[in-house]
DNA sequence: TATTGTTATACTCTATAACTATA
DNA sequence: TATAGTTATAGAGTATAACAATA
């Protein structure tokens, strides 16, 4: 039997000894993060659109008008770092930037109706992967999940 | 008030609204493994070690001789990527690439003497790091978020 | 045929520092 | 002075595809 190359669990390799990183929670995060990123990558693979990208358009969608700033700002990533992303999607027509007229520092961004129309799409297709995801954890243990990931690093 | 350019827990950005990704366990594994890989690299900024080369030097402190390739089935990652995390440990004397004796193909690795002593020293200090991320959840609640993290894609 | 280590290449995500135009 | 957007640059971290040596 060949071995799987990668294995998110680790469990067919019980040859190694990982004992020490048993305990350790940012262990742990980093494998979990990578197992959802890459599910994701593959649903989304159609659509071309990552999980910071499905960030970015739903929030835009949320709140109609905000900044380049304040978005990155919400996401917990630097403005700088923003303007690619942005970049990105206004390239491929889903954004769009708006001079703000009270503000002419700030952009105020906006979703296309082609941006709407994919965000609305993209809304169950997240939900299955997030199903896909969390299918050995009942609705508690999820919610458990998502409580305890809010508190883990908030007093850093 | 210069607000503060990232917000771990986004709190501070009250008038953006993220109810959308409120329910994503993806979302809120990114940002909590945001904040955790911030925090550890901070942590051994001195000592130039980041997390992944932390999880190679424990493993291979744990599983003396072990190969590249088993190493990297172990940690979740391809094989040609672990060549250059190998490289820089061994160019920095803190791990050895051993021939095998019984399969000329495969390396075995070691820790250095050198590579030892920082493996001892770097482990009270992830112990100091990962206290501090969980420093807002009790040793139950540790141990439920390390289990239900193992789940999570585990039948992707 | 399959596996080990390797190289070449590329992509995502992210940051810092410095600039400009506004405020 | 401070902020919004931008650019240039850099560095993790990762993958795929191909190759030689060996099993």
Redesign the interface.
Known sequence: MA?N??????D??S??????????????????????????RKTMAAEKIT?GQF?VL??I???DG?SQS??A???????STMVAVIDGLETRGLVDRRASETDRRSNELTLTPTGRTLTAKLGPM?ED??A??????DAD??A???D?????????
């Open positions: 071995k190359p990668i294995d998110p669990t680790g067919a390799c040859e190694v000894d990982r004992s020490v990183l048993e305990g350790l929670v940012g262990y742990h995060l980093r494998r979990a993060q990578a197992a959802v990123f890459e599910d994701f999980p960030g739903a929030l969608g949320a709140n905000l304040a978005l700002r919400a996401l917990g990533i630097e403005r997240v992967h997030e896909r995801m969390a299918e050995g954890l243990e999820k458990i999940l998502v305890l990931l809010k508190r883990v690093g908030a007093g850093a």
